[in-house]
């Protein structure tokens, strides 16, 4: 299989008191939680050379808090490429967007 386009709002919150009661209710854990040591962030990054068919955008949701870390993710797995993180409405780092030539 081999993809263009990859979009992903994987686990990416690291404080659990950042999280409302609400949400902590009706989500799984694993659905909201970033876990630094196996993060899927990782897994994407170490595996896109396996699904990438010729260049490829990929776009992330991410935690306010994430944009150090998945910069040293992707200097660390990444090849020719180029990056932008982007702010929501209320000027909080909340997306990322990776063209990999």
């Not at 040591?37 to 699904?51: A, W």
């Amino acid at each position: 299989m081999a993809i263009d386009i990859l979009v992903s709002n994987p686990p990416y919150i690291r404080n659990r008191e950042d999280v409302q009661q609400s949400v902590k209710d009706y989500e799984p854990a694993s659905a909201l939680y970033l876990d630094d040591q196996d993060s899927v962030y990782e897994s994407i990054f170490r595996d896109y050379k396996k699904v990438k068919k010729g260049s490829m955008l990929m776009c992330f949701e991410i935690g306010y808090d994430l944009q150090n870390y998945l910069t040293g993710l992707m200097e660390r797995y990444l090849e020719d490429y180029e990056y932008e993180f982007l702010d929501d409405l209320n000027g909080l780092t909340r997306f990322l967007f990776i063209f990999c030539k």
